[in-house]
């Protein structure tokens, strides 16, 4: 619904909406079509971002993102101020040098004689030389500024003229330049293209010597930190007389894994021995035994200078890691012993143990090999607490060693990171610059003209602002235009509408007797609101009309409503009840009047087919000051019966209380509701009166 309103506002406007955009094209025209045309020159560069022929042999390729962002960083730079103020110099000193200029003079630049034009060639060749930017706010130099300016030569001018784009995804960048002179097209993008290499080289260099001398010192702190580092472990080492600190450990984890070994077959053999011992010990009885003690006491004596000997030979041969040659002389010393026993036992044991002899050498050959292998247990106990004595105090040389081998790991991977960014860096600064023009813009092609696009253009966006400015009215706008959105709003029915009727004044015969077309259509909605109100009166013949304000069509209601029923033969009273504004009265001139008929100072009005006009002499009066009440209940019925229809224009309910007076004597209410007029929420107040009188039986909505 909303849309087809909207729809119809912009019918109601369709002249405005045709007339508008035809002016605006119009104008459009004559402004354009004395527009020059245009020219574009394109000058291309090759980056070597991408191109694989001019890349630097070992170093990373870039990925498509840093690549992108590369020639976004170069397109910015060529459209820079410092950049585009070097083209500017070079043209303006053209123009002013030239026999052919680019453009003619403007005002300001006629002004100056040739001397102080050849003033102005010297400071503009300065400043191109000098690669200054030149700015208005910049007092001695206000009138370069201003010249440029007013040539329309300035970095802004060019700017907005001036396109620099990557083709596609290759290793060019295309300058193009639009202007009215071919010549000049193509002088703005070979000067440009030559500007920026010019500048980006000496940026380039700049950097590289700045990044050169940086990276030098750079390096130099991170050798001399790596040799420090290097210098303190060095020292460490030499303090605490550490050589290799981790072949030194291995070397001790060796030996006390080989003491540990030769410790546990010494201990597995003391106890075989013991056990050997007291297995011969056994053998013996009590009394040989004390036979046997008696006669080997001599033969101990000369065994014992034997045995410390070996004992002495046992501690060295330990200590000295198991050398072989005290191996030699321990095996001699035993041998020695072994004789003094066998000696021994031939000199000394006799009876009774001549049948035991073999078991006293056993025993006295297992008592010094148990003597020798507890003195050996003790020297490699002794031999071991020495060995993890020696290697506990590596423990902390180990932590600081390895303290001091991070610092110096971190310092060197640090040199060594600088360095091959050092190497690097001399690398890419070996190469030439990769960015150079690889074509010359020629003088430019003539463009399509745009001064149709122009035109175009300005008729459609003229009228989509006609749109848009009417679609805001429309929201904007809470006013009535149809006979739905009426009952909506006031949930009253709507009995019929009446078409806008143009003219002057209100000849009712013309429009029951003529047949054009707006009479015929008038009188099609006449008798469809007849029927209508016939249904909705039942039977009962008093009707009131009246609107929500003045001027909105009750009056017109209600004489054409008495005109169509006249034409149905029927008697019908026509009564002017608007005291303020009697226009029936003024319009018909009747022989009878209100004051006159309900005071009774005139006779009975006579019924007669057709309309009878009951008028009022205006003033500020009203009914109920005219006579009393019962007087007027009485006249008013003595009518009724007289009459078919009666019909009261009364007062408009902006003045309610003179409106409620012939309300109250009316059987039903009729409501007449211009078209375009918004329905307030007073008005709503005063149709919801109507309602609870149950006297309001619909709406008229005129001037459809």
């Given at each position: ?5 909207f729809?119809?506002?912009l019918y ?9 955009p035809v ?24 980056t ?7 890349q ?6 870039m990925q ?5 962002q590369?020639f976004?960083?170069l397109?910015q ?13 070079l ?74 784009d ?11 330049f639009e ?13 440009l293209a ?14 590289r ?5 940086w990276?030098?010192?750079l390096l ?12 303190v ?21 060796g030996?006390?894994?080989?003491y ?5 077959v ?11 011992l007291?297995s ?72 009774p ?10 025993k ?5 090999d148990?003597?020798?292998?507890q ?7 002794r031999?071991?607490?020495?060995l ?11 932590a ?33 610059s990769k ?22 253009l300005s008729g ?9 400015i ?7 706008d ?6 739905q ?12 509408k ?7 004044g ?18 099609k ?8 109100i ?6 009962k ?6 609107s929500?304000?003045?001027s909105e ?42 004051e006159?008929?309900f ?18 002499r ?14 007027l209940?009485?006249?008013?019925r003595?009518?009724?019966a ?17 409106a ?8 039903k ?12 929420e007073?008005?709503?107040h005063?149709?919801q ?16």
């Amino acid at each position: 619904m909303e849309v087809l309103n909207f729809l119809k506002a912009l019918y109601r406007r369709k002249f405005l909406l045709i007339i508008i955009p035809v002016i605006t094209i119009i104008i459009t025209f004559f402004l354009v079509r004395n527009l020059p045309n245009q020219y574009v020159s394109k000058s291309r560069i090759s980056t070597g971002i991408t191109d694989a022929s001019q890349q630097v042999p070992g170093l990373d390729i870039m990925q498509e993102s840093a690549i992108g962002q590369e020639f976004g960083n170069l397109t910015q730079l060529i459209l820079q101020k410092q950049t585009l103020d070097q083209v500017s110099y070079l043209i303006i000193i053209h123009d002013l040098t030239s026999k052919r200029p680019f453009r003619p003079d403007s005002k300001l630049l006629a002004q100056y004689s040739k001397a102080q034009r050849q003033q102005m060639v010297t400071e503009y060749t300065a400043l191109h030389q000098a690669h200054e930017s030149l700015v208005p706010s910049d007092p001695g130099r206000t009138k370069l500024w201003d010249v440029l300016k007013s040539m329309n030569y300035d970095d802004g001018s060019l700017r907005g003229k001036l396109r620099a784009d990557r083709v596609a995804n290759s290793d060019f960048i295309d300058l193009s330049f639009e202007s009215e002179n071919p010549e000049y097209s193509a002088f703005v993008a070979n000067t440009l293209a030559t500007e920026f290499i010019d500048n980006y080289q000496d940026i380039v260099k700049n950097n590289r010597a700045r990044t050169s001398d940086w990276l030098s010192k750079l390096l130099a702190e991170k050798l001399n930190a790596w040799k420090a580092k290097m210098d303190v472990l060095k020292n460490y080492k030499i303090q605490n007389h550490i050589l290799k600190l981790d072949e030194q450990a291995k070397a001790l984890y060796g030996q006390i894994a080989d003491y540990e070994s030769r410790r546990q077959v010494v201990e597995k053999d003391i106890l075989g021995l013991t056990a050997s011992l007291q297995s011969i010990n056994n053998k013996f009885e009590p009394r040989d035994r004390k036979y046997l003690e008696g006669t080997m006491t001599r033969i101990n004596e000369d065994i014992l200078d034997s045995k410390a000997a070996l004992r002495k030979l046992q501690d060295e041969y330990i200590r000295n890691d198991f050398d072989n040659a005290l191996q030699a002389r321990i095996d001699s010393v035993k041998r020695a012993i072994e004789k003094q026993i066998l000696a021994g036992t031939d000199k000394y044991i006799f009876n009774p143990l001549t049948a035991k002899t073999q078991l006293v050498a056993q025993k006295l050959q297992l008592e010094v090999d148990l003597e020798m292998a507890q003195n050996s247990v003790v020297s490699v106990a002794r031999e071991l607490d020495r060995l993890n004595n020696k290697l506990y105090m590596l423990v902390p040389h180990e932590a600081n060693i390895q303290s001091y081998e991070t610092d110096l790991d971190v310092a060197s991977r640090e040199y060594l990171d600088i360095l091959n960014r050092w190497n690097e860096f001399n690398m890419e600064k070996e190469s030439s610059s990769k960015i150079r023009q690889v074509e010359t813009a020629l003088p430019g092609t003539i463009l399509p003209s745009k001064k149709m696009l122009l035109i175009i253009l300005s008729g459609i966006i003229s009228l989509f602002f006609c749109v848009l400015i009417i679609f805001i009215l429309f929201l904007l706008d809470h006013s009535v235009r149809d006979d739905q959105e009426l009952a909506n709003k006031s949930e009253a029915p709507v009995l019929g509408k009446i078409n806008q009727v143009r003219g002057a004044g209100i000849d009712l015969r013309a429009i029951w007797t003529d047949n054009d077309n707006n009479g015929k259509l008038l009188k099609k909605q006449l008798r469809a609101l007849r029927f209508e109100i016939e249904n909705e009166l039942a039977g009962k013949n008093i009707l009131a009309i009246t609107s929500l304000e003045e001027s909105e069509g009750k009056t017109f209601v209600a004489v054409n409503l008495a005109y169509a029923w006249a034409m149905t033969n029927k008697k019908v009273l026509l009564i002017d009840g608007h005291f303020g504004h009697p226009s029936i009265t003024g319009n018909a001139k009747p022989a009878s009047f209100i004051e006159d008929v309900f005071t009774g100072k005139a006779g009975v009005l006579t019924a007669e087919k057709g309309v009878t006009i009951l008028g009022n002499r205006g003033g500020d009066s009203s009914l109920m000051e005219l006579t009393s009440l019962g007087d007027l209940s009485h006249k008013i019925r003595e009518l009724a019966a007289a009459f078919d229809i009666i019909i009261i224009d009364t007062a408009s309910l902006e003045d309610m209380d003179k409106a409620k007076e012939w309300i109250r004597f009316a059987e039903k209410t009729l409501a007449v509701f211009e078209t375009g007029n918004v329905l307030a929420e007073t008005d709503l107040h005063q149709v919801q009166y109507l309602k609870q009188q149950q006297q309001l039986i619909g709406w008229v909505l005129n001037k459809a």
